[in-house]
């Protein structure tokens, strides 16, 4: 089976339409119908009804769905593994969430170095989405999210469970008033928790937030562990009485990776530095 074939079919089901799959394939709407069609004359079953709103999977379209999701995958794993660099037996494509990132990227990443040398890797930092798209079509191996949603064909494990704690830039205000509330965006699971319905400042991506209140005050959430080194350092305070709030972290990959040993090992790692 024609590989561009199968990676038209599933978008198509990833974005229920034929003009959107060809939008984000960057060819043409004709292309796209003329793959669908000679793979449906290859399998002789009809894949796709075309309805109003786009299109719909017909049961043999579900049946095949999850063949060429395992084809797709399959043949980027082949095309990773035949780029491996000499001396390494394997390689492992991972990608995360900016915000789970730090430090969790780095940790693994030395953890990988000094537990399986054998094994290249490849890093990326992208939006939930993006991560996502990058999974189902195999580019990556191993996705860690926030909150991931539920795919057919992908197992889910959590790898941390951190806590989300309300601190302050060490000091009272000058004015000796409450200091100004910085809202990060730590997911839709937590908005609205904190508390504070007019936030001085709303920001996507923490470690951008917390350097803003180290410089110039104000109080927001963090996560646990990114904020060690400044309470030890007495650079930041918590705030007394404030509630915490659970952030947990999976890694999602694909049931047919479960027995590779890079994967497991990698996900081993993720655990580890976690604890």
Not at 111 to 122: D, E, F, L, R, S
Not at 156 to 164: A, F
Not at 204 to 233: E, N, V
Request: glycine share 10%; proline share 5%.
């Amino acid at each position: 089976m024609d590989i561009d074939r199968a990676r038209t079919f599933l978008e198509i089901v990833h974005t229920g339409s034929f003009l959107k799959a060809s939008e984000r394939l960057h060819i043409t709407q004709t292309t796209v119908s003329a793959r669908i069609r000679t793979l449906e004359e290859a399998l002789g079953r009809r894949l796709f009804v075309r309805t109003r709103n786009g299109a719909a999977l017909t049961a043999a379209g579900r049946e095949f769905e999850r063949f060429a999701q395992s084809f797709v995958q399959v043949w980027e794993r082949a095309r990773q593994q035949l780029t491996v660099p000499p001396g390494r037996t394997g390689v492992v494509a991972i990608g995360g969430e900016t915000s789970l990132w730090n430090p969790m990227l780095v940790d693994w990443l030395v953890w990988m170095k000094g537990n399986c040398p054998q094994v290249a890797i490849h890093a990326e930092v992208g939006i939930p989405d993006q991560l996502l798209e990058q999974l189902r079509t195999g580019v990556l191996d191993i996705a860690v999210l926030y909150a991931p949603r539920l795919m057919a064909g992908f197992k889910v494990e959590l790898v941390e469970e951190e806590q989300l704690v309300l601190v302050r830039k060490a000091g009272l205000p000058a004015d000796g008033g409450e200091p100004d509330y910085v809202h990060v965006d730590w997911g839709p699971q937590f908005a609205g928790q904190g508390g504070f319905a007019e936030p001085a400042l709303q920001v996507g991506f923490g470690p951008l937030a917390l350097h803003y209140i180290l410089r110039a005050g104000g109080m927001g959430y963090f996560r646990r562990k990114t904020l060690a080194p400044y309470l030890a350092s007495g650079a930041l305070e918590r705030v007394e009485g404030a509630p915490e709030f659970t952030y947990p972290a999976y890694a999602v990959y694909p049931e047919s990776a479960a027995g590779r040993r890079a994967v497991q090992d990698a996900l081993a790692g993720l655990k580890k530095v976690a604890r």
